[in-house]
């Protein structure tokens, strides 16, 4: 690959061309007009401090072999886009630091052989991936996808029960293997962050020690040494900003930049794809790429159309290849879960006839067309799982806020199957209820009555204020009490689905809404609950708003009424069996269009845990989490962070958020305390750190659900991040100063820091392992802040 030269002829002339080089940049640098774009302005830096070396380099004779191999790797290059080199360099001190990293993660990782925390979820999650049932989670699959592929190599059948914390695993479960795949991604953190560093051209020792940081942190530690998903979450938001950086560092269109793009947008989507927060990082992303184009739109050589061309390629790597990746680890997870399982009732009819050996008495043998004389159950389609239900309760009289009712029999949602779930489809203009010789399709636009099956008690509503939705119209079965008060009962089928599925009503497949035709409101299940005369279960109501997505349901069950007989009809609704079914067929986008809506929009029941809390409590680390306990020795396992870590890294963010708006007025006032390259190096710290850390951290302010303190830990990685960079500005800045005893002073407080963050690391790595026995005495001097909730017996 190399070009073929002569040491003796060439190297004269090639010292002559880099003297004429170096003086033309050392011109240029004294002409060129400072460009405020953060990258391009590193890329010119580099390029001069190589200009300048390559200068020393030719002024001594020495060198001059190695400056012949240099000037012919240019040539190669120049003269054969085809070859390239690729180079593979060791960091010395990067392979130091992931060494220390594997030792503190991989420890006895085997212990305890107790389940820790949400590994309670996690592992159960892995298990039904070894036996092929579908589950239902809001996370992403990619993270429980990893961990499953490594049980499968390692011989693991998922037969083993995650019923509670504590408990302890069987010979069959490889626990080892199992909690491998996030102590490596815990172990890979520690240099990525080191070269991250790096990148950002923070000093090498500098970057050690943000590395050596990752290392020292309690809870970086905890949270890497079981099923957990947050160390894969960060090893993926962490190397996908890396990458991110040096693809705009990159020369357009070169290998490198193409291979750094690829696999910045490829660690972005598999970030996406353990937990949705990792959109936060990605947003980050989004805003230096944005940042980036913004400052190429000052490039007057730069055309419009180039400028397009280059923004568009940009999109298509950074936007679309991580689609493409999302939606193949979809495609993964739902080919691989076949089987039917627990969550299924989370998804709709059509979703669970899919799946193999699930809900019985849908397909197998029932009739497909809705007709005059159906027995059917009604699903609520979208959110909450629950069916149309009466029984022969009615309203009370008065509510408890002095509101009356109509007294007439309780129409609710009920979560459970239950006979008195069914209901009877009837003409309005027929008496009996049976199908007769011919069928009788019920059509988009038709008026219908639904008649319970067990009261017989037709469906109706009227103008009386539903008891916990007021604005919407009660729902009830219409009981005749002979007073000025007729029933309503009509009501109108509208398919919302028939273009796909035509306008004749199906089971399972037609989405429907009906329509009360007197008072023009749709059936809607509320998601209110009905107190005890109610039996707890769920408000249906008929509202004015046609749109709403809790109007739409399903018919589930099915079959021919063939009596018209009504105690023969309540016998056969009291024998129904549940029968083996046979699998529909959905497309991987139906059923992937199902699964995304459920998982962004599934209500989550807030409750209230011991050990929840909430974002303020965080950088402070004022509440931690137990997440093992052994009673008999009160060794016990604890989320807690390197607290001298946690609480220097928030003084940092007010730190450099002072120096910010400090310089800011300063340079206002034409007062420029730093030089451009430094200026230029502390706003882009800033924009990538400091923001990072808002993105990561102040969305949790908005979120209503329980929060914990591992959901900080991506927001800590980039506050630890920018402590690093604050001791190098810092450093710099005695350094410009000549204060050499300054210095020295200050790389004494440095490393007596990093003593005590040692120190305090040592000290809780008791609660970190979880394999020391404490005593009630030990466990109260490790009880540093009173709202830390320890356990001992």
């Not at 490198?256 to 490829?266: F, P, R, T, V």
């Not at 410009?736 to 305090?760: D, G, P, R, S």
Request: hydrophobic residues 40%.
């Amino acid at each position: 690959m190399g070009t073929e030269m002569k040491a003796p002829e060439n190297c004269e002339n090639i010292v002559r061309n880099r003297k004429q080089k170096s003086a033309q940049v050392e011109h240029s640098e004294k002409t060129a007009k400072v460009q405020t774009n953060g990258t391009e302005q590193i890329e010119n830096k580099e390029d001069i401090k190589k200009s300048k070396e390559l200068k020393k380099t030719s002024e001594n004779p020495k060198s001059n072999e190695r400056l012949i191999q240099q000037e012919s790797e240019v040539t190669t290059n120049d003269k054969s886009n085809s070859n390239f080199v690729i180079k593979i360099e060791f960091d010395p001190m990067s392979i130091a630091l992931f060494t220390l990293a594997i030792v503190t993660r991989f420890f006895r990782l085997s212990e305890p052989r107790n389940i820790v925390f949400d590994e309670l979820h996690y592992g159960k999650y892995v298990s039904l991936y070894m036996k092929n049932v579908f589950f239902f989670e809001k996370h992403p699959p990619l993270g429980k996808q990893l961990i499953a592929g490594v049980a499968h190599f390692a011989g693991y059948d998922g037969n083993y029960t995650f019923n509670k914390i504590g408990s302890e695993y069987t010979e069959n479960v490889p626990i080892f293997w199992l909690r491998l795949v996030p102590a490596l991604c815990g172990s890979l953190l520690v240099p990525v962050i080191y070269n991250l560093l790096l990148q950002l051209k923070i000093n090498k020792w500098v970057a050690s020690m943000g590395g050596l940081l990752i290392v020292l942190d309690n809870a970086l530690l905890t949270q890497s040494r079981f099923i957990l998903m947050e160390p894969m979450l960060l090893i993926f938001s962490t190397s996908a900003l890396l990458f991110l950086l040096r693809f705009l560092d990159s020369q357009y269109f070169s290998i490198k930049w193409w291979l750094n793009g690829i696999l910045a947008a490829s660690f972005y989507s598999f970030s996406m794809s353990i937990k949705y927060v990792g959109f936060y990082s990605y947003v980050l992303g989004m805003i230096l790429i944005a940042r980036h184009i913004w400052s190429e739109m000052r490039n007057q050589n730069l055309s419009d159309i180039k400028l397009f061309f280059k923004t568009f390629i940009k999109g298509l790597i950074l936007i679309g290849l991580p689609i493409v990746i999302y939606l193949s680890i979809f495609y993964i997870h739902l080919y691989t879960l076949y089987r039917a399982g627990p969550h299924d009732s989370v998804m709709t009819s059509a979703f669970q006839a899919s799946l193999e050996g699930g809900l019985a008495s849908i397909t197998h043998g029932q009739p497909l067309k809705v007709v005059h004389g159906s027995q059917i159950t009604l699903r609520h389609t979208n959110g909450r799982p629950c069916w149309l239900h009466s029984h022969a309760d009615v309203y009370p009289v008065k509510y408890e806020d002095k509101r009356g009712s109509s007294h007439q029999q309780q129409v609710t949602c009920y979560s459970f199957k239950d006979v008195n779930n069914w209901w009877i489809v009837k003409r309005p203009s027929k008496a009996d209820f049976s199908i007769g010789d011919e069928l009788d399709d019920i059509k988009h636009g038709d008026e219908i009555q639904l008649v319970h099956g067990l009261t017989s008690r037709a469906l109706n509503s009227h103008d009386v204020a539903a008891p916990m939705s007021p604005q919407s119209q009660e729902v009830s079965c219409y009981i005749d009490y002979n007073i000025s008060m007729p029933g309503q009962l009509l009501w109108r089928v509208e398919i919302l689905n028939k273009e796909e599925e035509g306008d004749v009503w199906h089971a399972i497949k037609s989405h429907v809404r009906l329509v009360h035709v007197t008072s023009n409101t749709a059936l809607r299940f509320t998601g209110r609950q009905l107190p005890q005369w109610g039996y707890n279960q769920h408000e249906v109501a008929a509202d004015k708003n046609l749109n709403h997505p809790d109007s739409v349901f399903n018919v589930e069950e099915h079959r021919y009424t063939k009596s018209s007989d009504q105690k023969e009809r309540e016998r056969q609704l009291l024998k129904s069996e549940m029968i083996p079914m046979e699998r529909t067929q959905l497309s991987f986008w139906q059923k992937f269009r199902e699964l995304q809506i459920k998982m962004f929009w599934q209500s989550e029941t807030v409750q209230n845990h011991m050990y929840s809390s909430e974002p303020l409590e965080w950088p402070l680390m004022s509440k931690g989490i137990a997440y093992w306990y052994q009673k008999d020795t009160n060794a016990q396992i604890h989320l807690l962070g390197n607290i001298a870590l946690w609480y220097s890294c928030t003084i940092s963010l007010f730190v450099y958020a002072a120096l910010m708006v400090f310089y800011l007025l300063r340079r206002r006032r034409q007062i420029n305390d730093l030089n451009e390259q430094e200026w230029i190096k502390f706003e882009s710290i800033g924009c990538i750190l400091f923001v990072g850390y808002v993105i990561n951290f102040a969305p949790y302010f908005f979120v209503e659900r329980t929060l914990f303190l591992h959901n900080y830990l991506p927001a800590l990685i980039y506050k630890i991040c920018l402590l690093c960079a604050l001791v190098e500005h810092v450093y710099d800045i005695l350094r410009k100063m000549n204060q050499n005893f300054m210095i020295f002073v200050y790389k004494i407080a440095v490393l007596v820091w990093l003593a005590y963050v040692f120190h305090v690391f040592q000290t809780f790595l008791a609660i970190s392992y979880g394999r020391t026995k404490l005593t009630s005495e030990t466990i109260l001097q490790l009880r540093w802040k009173d709202t830390w909730d320890f356990i001992f017996s």
